[in-house]
């Protein structure tokens, strides 16, 4: 039974080394097919920059429209405006674009939007006003408003003389644009950033879309002041405009998308962490690792059953009397052991055929095998469940009888005695038949610092008494 616990262990230890092989394995493997095919999963955001495009040129064209309206031109253009007007106007196109529409007339001192603010063009919240003027260039792009964050598209407006009279554009709520490109970023961790020709980060997908101050002054970040930036650079000396691909990886893992904004001259990169980073890496993974595990225990359990199955064959095999099918005596001695565990009192009997050999010497071994069957029947049918029966050697029989007085086995042994001697054993090579008995020697000692020779040696001297007083009777040892 050692043994048995040994090979249990041995067979539990190599599975569990197998599966954790296994399961670094399968994380090495996907890990290196999902770097591998990562390019795949960027090409697949196609959709990805059509939304980006979309939402970005669809204002822009709206600017445009809005500064080249020929109603707006000659309204501005007039010594006075109905404020209420204009301010209905721009509603209309917030509420058609859900964009915030504005207009800024240089000649009427006024900024006017679609909530109907209404600033001077000398505040603090017009200072983007004073300050497009003096750049070169009919549009721009630009984010403000501190408090709610929004990009701006600002068109400049001239009358029919093409003098300047003011600027009119909309903006886009940046929760907006964050909204539109959570689901990426949740999935594949993307960032994105726009970088103007200047090289100004002039929006992005993470902390930079916030703004600190009125039209992020102060707030200025380069493309050179981000760290992917500087890697890419690093890994493509010999394309420090990355105008010949398309896409990039960094030092880090990182893979980069570019794609150019012609209508604003801008530039766009998609920056997209290692597979290892991102979260539908790990849905995968864990997804995989869950269904393998899952596989894993049945095929533990299985294994386990199997195991059990087979060792319990082996050992009933390697522990079992084939003639009889008795317990052999590396079994009793077994069980003995486990009985001494358990119990404090425990009797052993010791049963010998009487007159064996003139069985085998009148009839033949082939009866006399079979008188060992039958009795090995009568003896296990006449004891309890937790009772122990086996074949000790030739035509000796020992019981283990746990809690029992020598009197209670002497009461179980006399009744198998009278039944064992009232048997007619058939003869196999005639029509005859013949009788035999058998002696009991009975032992009951207290388990506590007792071996089952000490048992055995007691039983067997009762055994001797029972065949010098005439056999086919019971004795206790005393």
Request: charged share 20%; with cysteine; net charge negative.
């Amino acid at each position: 039974m050692k043994f048995g616990n040994k090979f249990d262990r041995y067979i539990a230890a190599i599975f569990f080394v197998t599966i954790v092989t296994i399961i670094l394995a399968s994380y090495l493997t996907l890990k290196d097919v999902i770097n591998t095919h990562n390019k795949q999963v960027q090409s697949a955001i196609t959709p990805l920059f059509s939304l980006i495009t979309s939402e970005i040129l669809r204002p822009l064209g709206v600017a445009n429209y809005m500064a080249h309206n020929q109603f707006i031109i000659d309204y501005a253009s007039q010594e006075a405006i109905e404020k209420d007007y204009l301010v209905a106007y721009l509603r209309k196109i917030s509420e058609s674009y859900n964009m915030v529409a504005f207009i800024a007339l240089e000649k009427h001192n006024v900024m006017l939007d679609s909530n109907a603010k209404e600033s001077t063009l000398q505040s603090e919240d017009t200072e983007w006003f004073h300050r497009l003027k003096g750049l070169p260039g009919n549009q721009f792009s630009d984010i403000g408003n501190t408090q709610n964050p929004h990009l701006y598209f600002d068109n400049r407006i001239f009358n029919h003389q093409e003098e300047f009279i003011g600027f009119t554009g909309v903006g886009i709520d940046l929760n907006y644009f964050a909204s539109k490109f959570q689901e990426y970023n949740n999935r594949f961790g993307f960032e994105l950033f726009f970088i103007d020709e200047n090289n100004v980060v002039t929006l992005s997908s993470n902390y930079i879309m916030k703004s600190e101050s009125f039209h992020r002054k102060g707030l200025i970040t380069r493309l050179n002041d981000l760290p992917w930036y500087q890697s890419l650079i690093k890994n493509n000396q010999a394309d420090a405009n990355l105008s010949s691909e398309v896409m990039y990886t960094t030092e880090e893992g990182l893979l980069i998308s570019q794609m150019p904004i012609q209508e604003l001259n801008w530039r766009m990169f998609i920056v997209s962490p290692p597979a290892a980073d991102q979260n539908e890496y790990w849905k995968i993974f864990i997804g995989r690792f869950l269904l393998f595990f899952f596989i894993a225990i049945i095929f533990y359990l299985i294994l386990l059953n199997s195991i059990k199955y087979f060792k319990s064959r082996l050992i009933k095999h390697s522990e079992t009397d084939f003639l009889t099918q008795l317990p052999n005596r590396s079994h009793v001695h077994w069980r003995f052991d486990d009985l001494a565990e358990t119990n404090t009192n425990l009797c052993v009997v010791l049963a010998d055929i009487d007159n064996f050999k003139r069985i085998n010497d009148t009839y033949g071994h082939l009866v006399g095998d079979d008188v060992l069957r039958i009795i090995s029947q009568q003896l296990s049918q006449a004891l309890r469940k937790i009772d122990i029966v086996g074949r000790w050697g030739g035509e000796e029989f020992v019981m283990l009888l746990p809690e029992t007085t020598a009197e209670q086995a002497h009461t179980i042994v006399e009744r198998i005695r009278e039944n064992i001697a009232r048997i007619s054993f058939p003869i196999s090579t005639t029509s005859g038949s013949f009788s035999t008995t058998i002696s009991f020697g009975i032992c009951q000692l207290p388990l506590h610092n007792k071996t089952i020779e000490d048992y055995i040696q007691g039983a067997d001297k009762a055994l001797y008494e029972a065949k010098n007083n005439g056999r086919n009777q019971s004795v206790i040892f005393n």
